[in-house]
């Protein structure tokens, strides 16, 4: 293990190096790609130090209590025990280090939130899920731009897709990638006479950004459509043929935007979304190609799973992967969701760990 985090300690150090070389500072894809990595390794590297400093601490506490007697005996016991704790600590912290990284964990993302069965209740608690993910976003300064936006009469969202960007080196991906998938709520309408219960659903997805040089999308293999605008927004609306919708015509995939006043905007928006669609339907098939074993150590979520339940009446949130609860609903409706995030990573990560020991 040493070996191995020694190599993870020399990369740092040659990152490091070149994010202060005249040719890296000068290409920004270059240096952001760099500052990413050493993002990641820092947290390894600095748990790389303490471990060694803690293993020199223990090997000379062994020997001074070998040599000892008395009362100085006994301190160097009491501080030994809490030695080799801290020494188990850090091990078990770098072995999570070496698993197999998520390349997108880097990235920023594009939270895609969709109503689904449920009707007009379902068209309203998209939109509470989308600015419960935006008010989270906002207690980490992140920056969140609406990127389509689809809205019923009574003012509930049928779909939006806001791209979020956390900046160098944070990994936007990393914190809400687990969050893909069918969200249920449970509550009683504002129309609803009778005052039963309710389910409904939404659909979430957390689309890793995708790079232009990732993506590549013949012009030919595209279908734009120019039309006006409907709904909200201005006197543009319904005015001018500035909303467009492309389609990919090999994989059928079709993406909307209608927000700009500018048709080139709208554009230009929409080829965002496009290349993320494209992005996520390459990694897909490629894991589809693995084995069961390593889609469980990978652990991306099936937008298709039912993974968490909003209860109202209960005041409780669910997340049925952990079977973790929570009965502070409404502040976890208010962005206060980096616990359950929190639990859900580390859920994943000691799987892949026993996965990984398992192969072993």
């Not at 298709?304 to 502070?328: G, L």
């Not at 995030?341 to 580390?346: E, M, S």
Request: charged share 30%; proline share 2%.
């Amino acid at each position: 293990m040493l070996r191995q985090l020694g190599r993870l300690e020399r990369r740092f150090l040659e990152i490091e190096s070149l994010l202060a070389s005249p040719e890296v500072t000068s290409d920004p894809r270059a240096f952001r790609r760099l500052s990413i990595e050493r993002s990641e390794l820092e947290g390894t590297v600095v748990h790389v130090r303490d471990y060694r400093k803690v293993l020199s601490d223990v090997a000379e506490t062994e020997a001074l209590l070998e040599e000892s007697s008395g009362e100085l005996r006994e301190l160097a016991f009491e501080e030994l025990q809490g030695l080799r704790v801290r020494r188990d600590q850090l091990e078990a912290a770098l072995h999570l280090s070496l698993l197999p990284k998520d390349p997108n964990d880097g990235r920023d993302v594009l939270l895609e939130v969709r109503a689904g069965a449920g009707g007009d209740e379902a068209s309203l608690f998209a939109g509470e899920i989308f600015r419960m993910y935006q008010r989270y976003c906002e207690r980490r300064r992140w920056k969140v731009e609406i990127l389509s936006l689809s809205e019923t009469e009574l003012g509930g969202t049928k779909e939006i897709v806001a791209l979020v960007q956390g900046g160098a080196g944070v990994g936007v991906y990393r914190s809400l990638k687990y969050e893909s998938g069918v969200h249920r709520v449970q509550r009683v309408p504002a129309t609803e006479a009778q005052g039963r219960v309710h389910t409904s659903t939404v659909t979430v997805a957390i689309l890793p950004e995708a790079d232009d040089v990732e993506v590549s999308i013949n012009d030919t293999d595209l279908r734009i459509d120019t039309y006006r605008a409907s709904g909200a927004g201005g006197q543009h609306v319904n005015r001018t043929d500035s909303a467009v919708r492309i389609t990919h015509l090999p994989s059928g995939i079709v993406v909307a935007c209608q927000d700009e006043r500018s048709q080139i905007k709208n554009r230009s928006k929409a080829m965002k979304i496009l290349q993320a669609k494209l992005l996520e339907q390459a990694q897909m098939e490629q894991e589809r190609s693995l084995s069961a074993e390593r889609k469980a150590q990978v652990g991306r979520g099936d937008r298709s799973e039912r993974i968490r339940t909003y209860n109202f009446p209960q005041s409780r949130v669910t997340d049925h992967r952990i079977n973790h609860t929570t009965h502070a609903i409404a502040d976890f409706m208010t962005g206060d969701i980096q616990d359950m995030l929190d639990r859900l990573a580390n859920h994943y990560q000691v799987e892949m760990l026993k996965e990984q020991q398992h192969s072993e």
